[in-house]
């Protein structure tokens, strides 16, 4: 079955002038008083997360798995005026593919690192590390994975998009698996006067990764300074048990 990640344009239906405001916010409240001039997003699929940090300031560069993704990132990224250096490379082999670099805040958003094993993912955190300047930072981003392996919800839905004269549905299928593994099932529906007139199936297989194999790992690392927010950070619930998704920035 096709993975979103190879519709780019679906993708990025969501975007919008208020996620890209959102995203900005967002960075303003986790860089709050830290120095961050440089910065490397492993995941960045299409930039919808990251981009906007080039508003403030920020020099940008990405890497990602998938060409169609990077190239719609170059392109939007290019509409906006802004220099972003990409490389294609899966974020286990990173260190490798941009050796000799270093950035202030190396990043992993999108909760693109439940897409391996945790082994492989204490691999990529790994490489990752090599990418951080020294006193510098991870960040990564990602779902509550500790609550969505207790409350094993089936359903979650989004808000309807609209486009010129369709509305856009989507939902996801949550199925838990024997291997302790996740399929997300994504349907797209595509309406017009009130009737579906098209739909897009997709699957997406995740690893749930608990917290604590987070935090471990970058301890484990060296990294001390562990600060944990909600994603986007400005959101309602603060809690850690039970915000749907949520961010890490470590310090080296």
Wanted: hydrophobic share 40%.
């Amino acid at each position: 079955m096709q993975h979103l990640y190879d519709r780019p344009d679906l993708y990025d239906l969501a975007e919008s002038p208020e996620r890209f405001s959102m995203n900005k916010r967002h960075w303003e409240l986790v860089f709050a008083g830290k120095r961050i001039d440089t910065l490397l997003d492993v995941s960045i699929g299409t930039g919808g997360v990251t981009l906007p940090l080039a508003s403030l300031g920020v020099r940008l560069s990405g890497s990602d798995l998938s060409e169609n993704m990077l190239e719609q990132c170059g392109k939007k990224a290019a509409a906006a005026g802004i220099h972003i250096d990409l490389t294609q490379s899966d974020f286990r082999d990173v260190a490798e593919a941009l050796s000799g670099r270093q950035f202030d805040c190396v990043a992993s958003t999108g909760n693109s690192l439940a897409y391996v094993p945790n082994a492989d993912l204490a691999k990529a955190l790994a490489q990752m590390d090599r990418l951080v300047k020294p006193n510098g930072y991870l960040y990564l981003d990602l779902r509550n994975w500790d609550s969505i392996l207790r409350e094993r919800p089936r359903f979650y839905l989004y808000n309807p998009m609209h486009r010129d004269d369709v509305r856009i549905n989507l939902v996801q299928v949550w199925d838990y698996n024997p291997d302790g593994t996740v399929t997300f099932n994504l349907l797209y529906t595509f309406e017009r006067e009130e009737r579906i007139f098209q739909k897009k199936l997709f699957q997406e297989h995740y690893y749930p990764v608990p917290r604590s194999f987070l935090m471990g790992t970058l301890s484990a690392l060296g990294y001390q300074k562990m600060e944990v927010s909600p994603y986007p950070a400005m959101a309602s619930d603060k809690d850690p048990e039970t915000m749907p998704w949520y961010c890490i920035l470590a310090q080296k």
